[in-house]
Nanobody
């Protein structure tokens, strides 16, 4: 069992930045890949970014590529999502999840956090 907790969401103006954090516990953090997903009201959950166990491999959704950066600190059992040049369409609940590999399909993730709200005002 892995316990996942996100933090760092909030309200920001368009063009601003936020950094989300995700702490995972219950197993060796470096054993697994981590992913970020988001879900806006009335929309399906969508992939944002993922990172493999040692941080060497990352993948991003086209909509965030070049603006968001995922990275991890295994010594802190934490993965981060640095979000720059935020847009109103980035508004959503952001979820962190655990998987065995850096995958883009949310069905491949085993453990999820409760989510953190990000709101970008225009």
């Amino acid at each position: 069992q892995v316990h996942v907790v996100e933090s760092g969401g909030g309200l920001v103006q368009a063009g601003g930045s936020l950094r989300l954090s995700c702490a995972a516990s219950g197993r060796a953090f470096s054993d697994y890949a981590m992913g970020w997903f988001r879900q806006a009201p009335g929309k399906e959950r969508e992939f944002v970014a993922t990172i493999n166990w040692n941080g060497v491999t990352t993948y991003y959704a086209d909509s965030v590529n070049g603006r968001f950066t995922i990275y991890r600190a295994n010594a802190e059992n934490t993965v981060y999502l640095q979000m720059n040049r935020l847009k109103p369409e980035d508004t959503a609940v952001y979820y962190c999840a655990v998987s065995t590999a850096p995958l883009k399909n949310w069905n491949e993730y085993d453990y999820w956090g409760q989510g953190t709200q990000v709101t970008v005002s225009s």
